[in-house]
């Protein structure tokens, strides 16, 4: 196996361990050592990602107007966005 590779999968996971420092406060100790568990999770979300990616994208590629949906959508996260910035509260039930 060349250098490469291998130097690239150390230069994540340690950026998955300071991650993990920084995000959950464990120190760098209890990091280390839950590395594995931390590349194995970051692996199924990079990989749930992908997938959900792949059906939506075959699922706008089978519409009529996909472009017309895609607008639709980022419309409506436009605007639950700028109704939080506002602060904009809900009322509850």
Known sequence: MSLRPIALSALLTL?????A???FGLSLDRA???APLLVAV??????LFVLWARVGWESLRRRDHPWLIV???LGV????VLLSTLGVKLPKE
Do not use: N, Q, R, T
């Open 32 to 34: 280390a050592i839950l």
């Open 77 to 80: 996260f436009a605007v639950l």
């Open 21 to 23: 420092v920084w995000l």
């Open 15 to 19: 950026g998955l361990v300071a991650l």
């Open 42 to 47: 970051a692996g199924s979300l990079a990989a």
């Open 71 to 73: 607008a639709f959508a």
